[in-house]
């Protein structure tokens, strides 16, 4: 260990570093609590939405909805990476760029992959490998509305429609609970259609809509998956909250052993600095006698 000076000034940095995660524990809590709240107002509306969608596959044969269930050999696929806009907690980012590259690599072998990026550390990590990005959003979190994701699944939803892809995924977080987020990978588009009962009647309904059933699904169909897109941002929100509490947690327990590791190092230097003084002054005294 260097000189005293030199590990009291290590101690006092350390205490400094010690606040600022203690601080960004505090914060993330709080920002982690209003976000749980939101995903789980939401999360119930948008996994029945999610099964309805499914349940209207029969239903939208002949209409223009149906473009939305329409599966293709898969030659052409987007993929949407979900991150966050800042570091700082643990191996959240990274996991989801390690999701893209398997994907890549296991999932779509020889086919062309364009990749939308949400969050800025998704635009970082993705950058290097020179895929082609054609979307970024690097400040989405900061203010994270119904209407940011619904002008993002539109466009999506539009580059579907339009056959520029024959699938899309979305690569995000799962919000598990404050300590836990499950990296999942999840198809956006095309609709999967629920496996079919055998053991299952087939029951014909007579019903009168209005206005027409091809209207009214196919709005249906729309908003659901705009729903259901949102539904990934908020899960992806939350779980890094509770990504970077625990990361600011586990920083500051790391700080609080480093700073009783150099405190005990601090006074044996100390010590053994006094000792060598007494022992010159003894010595000093005795050669003087």
Avoid at 8 to 20: F, G, P
Avoid at 70 to 86: C, E, G, H, Q, W
Avoid at 246 to 255: C, E, I, L, R
Wanted: glycine letters at 6%; a positive charge.
């Amino acid at each position: 260990m260097g000189n005293l000076k030199e590990v009291r000034n290590r101690i006092v940095s350390v205490k400094s570093t010690q606040q600022i995660t203690k601080a960004m524990k505090v914060v993330s809590a709080a920002k982690l609590r209003r976000a749980q709240q939101r995903i789980t107002q939401m999360r119930p509306y948008a996994l029945k939405l999610q099964e309805l969608l499914g349940n209207l596959a029969g239903s939208v044969e002949g209409s223009p909805a149906a473009k939305y269930f329409s599966v293709r050999p898969v030659k052409n696929v987007l993929l949407i990476a979900v991150t966050s806009d800042r570091g700082l907690a643990g191996g959240y980012n990274s996991i989801i760029v390690k999701e893209v590259l398997n994907a890549v690599k296991n999932t779509y072998p020889g086919c062309k992959i364009d990749i939308i990026t949400v969050g800025k550390k998704a635009k970082d990590g993705l950058r290097r490998f020179n895929y082609n990005i054609i979307e970024e959003h690097n400040t989405l979190f900061s203010n994270l509305t119904f209407e940011a994701a619904d002008d993002i699944a539109s466009r999506v939803m539009d580059k579907f429609i339009a056959g520029d892809y024959d699938a899309v995924d979305i690569l995000y977080n799962r919000f598990k609970n404050a300590g836990i987020y499950l990296p999942t990978a999840e198809r956006f588009l095309p609709v999967t259609k629920p496996a079919k009962d055998e053991k299952a009647k087939d029951f014909k309904h007579d019903y009168i809509f209005e206005p027409s059933q091809e209207a009214i699904v196919g709005k249906l169909v729309q908003q659901s998956l705009k729903i259901s897109f949102f539904r990934t941002l908020l899960e992806s929100n939350t779980a890094e909250h509770g990504a970077r509490m625990t990361a600011m947690d586990k920083a500051t327990d790391n700080a609080e052993d480093l700073l009783r590791a150099l405190k005990l190092s601090y006074n044996k230097e100390r010590q053994a600095t006094i000792t060598k003084e007494i022992l010159e002054i003894v010595s000093g005294a005795q050669a003087l006698g």
